[in-house]
């Protein structure tokens, strides 16, 4: 079975402070990963995605986020936040065999404190 | 560009009453996805359509039918409302068919509904 846990349902960090929005994944074949973000009163929209390509992605506005496949992780990072960050983050894991859907975490809410 | 469009975007029923939720896209894209989202537990996949005509069941079907009427479309019915499918309804699409594994969703604006 596929299943992915985000750690943290709330995380607060100040403007300019590191932001760090954990997610492991359980899977029994090698994934393929995403990190979604939802702005207020929004769809979901893509940061990034991993492939089996390089292990550090980059995505858009600035975060990245690295695949370790030892702890089963893919924590999405962000060497400075902004205001304009806060949202809720969602990772989300599709297996390469099978399933042709893709499974969410419970989302992180990230809030930016000036 | 318009994109992935759903109507309404916000509607109350009664518990017992149906409706339908409309999604269509201009992407020409060729699968299409009802995800529903509650608190503390993120987006769940209700049915997909990994190409027109063929529709398939994600992980919580039971409740909804759905109908890919043509290559834009694609319908979400609740037959008898229940409290328990008070959510905010999402469609998505992809480009492929099959519903190919490592492609970008693209998501609507989403439906808010509640069952009283």
């Known amino acids: 079975a596929q299943s992915v846990t985000q750690l943290g349902s709330h995380v607060s960090v100040s403007e300019g402070a590191l932001v760090l929005l954990r997610c492991n994944y359980s899977?029994?074949?090698?994934?393929?990963l995403f990190w979604y973000v939802q702005y207020p009163n929004q769809g979901l929209q893509l940061l990034l995605k991993?492939?089996?390509?390089?292990?550090l992605v980059k995505g858009i506005n600035g975060f990245e986020a690295e695949f370790k496949k030892s702890e089963t992780s893919f924590h999405l990072t962000k060497p400075s936040a902004h205001m304009s960050d806060a949202a809720e983050y969602f990772c989300?894991?599709?297996?390469?065999?099978?399933?042709?859907?893709?499974?969410f975490g419970s989302g992180t809410r990230l809030q930016v404190q000036p | 560009n318009a994109g992935v469009t759903q109507t309404p975007k916000f509607q109350v029923l009664k518990t017992g009453q149906s409706m339908t939720l409309q999604c269509a896209q201009d992407?020409?894209?060729?699968?299409m996805y009802w995800y529903r989202q509650d608190p503390g537990m993120g987006l769940r996949l209700i049915y997909y359509?990994?190409?027109?005509?063929?529709?398939d069941k994600g992980e919580v079907p039971n409740g909804y039918n759905v109908s890919r009427l043509n290559k834009r479309e694609f319908s979400l019915r609740l037959e008898s409302a229940a409290p328990s499918q008070t959510s905010v309804y999402f469609c998505?699409?992809?480009?492929?068919?099959?519903?190919?594994?490592?492609?970008?969703?693209?998501f609507g604006s989403g439906t808010q509904l509640s069952v009283l």
């Open positions: 998505a699409s992809t480009r492929s068919q099959a519903a190919v594994t490592n492609e970008k969703l693209f």
């Open positions: 991993y492939t089996s390509a390089a292990t």
């Open positions: 899977s029994s074949v090698p994934p393929y």
């Open positions: 989300a894991v599709r297996l390469d065999t099978g399933r042709r859907a893709l499974t």
């Open positions: 359509s990994a190409s027109e005509g063929t529709t």
């Open positions: 992407m020409n894209h060729n699968s």
